[in-house]
């Protein structure tokens, strides 16, 4: 299973991304996946997953409101839309998928740089 990450760059505060999550299997065959990010300096945290079972959500406290993700099966790709983004937003993000118990697998990342 390989998960390829992409969309990062560079955007200003109060700007968007859409980060893609790419799968080299059906992503309906995963329980879940989620994105995690990891800022310099700091731990990975979670940012928000999204589950088989109707696609329920669930975000972080200091992303909720702002980032949305979803899937598209037909695609085998997870997104995540981050809108009004925020200094504090800067990090590496990391797709992930996995059972009920775990994320059993990661992708590469892709760095978000978002100036003030």
């Known amino acids: 299973v390989q998960l390829q990450a992409s969309g990062g760059g560079l955007v200003q505060a109060g700007g968007s991304l859409r980060l893609s999550c790419a799968a080299s299997?059906?992503?309906?065959?995963?329980?879940?996946m989620g994105w995690f990010r990891q800022a310099p300096g700091k731990e990975r945290e979670f940012v928000a997953r999204i589950s088989w079972y109707r696609s329920s959500t669930y975000y972080a406290d200091s992303v909720k409101g702002r980032f949305t993700i979803s899937r598209d099966d037909a695609k085998n790709t997870v997104y995540l839309q981050m809108n009004s983004l925020k200094p504090e937003d800067t990090a590496v993000y990391y797709c992930a998928a996995g059972d009920s118990r775990e994320y059993e697998y990661w992708g590469q990342g892709t760095e978000v740089t978002v100036s003030s």
């Open positions: 299997v059906r992503t309906s065959s995963f329980v879940r």
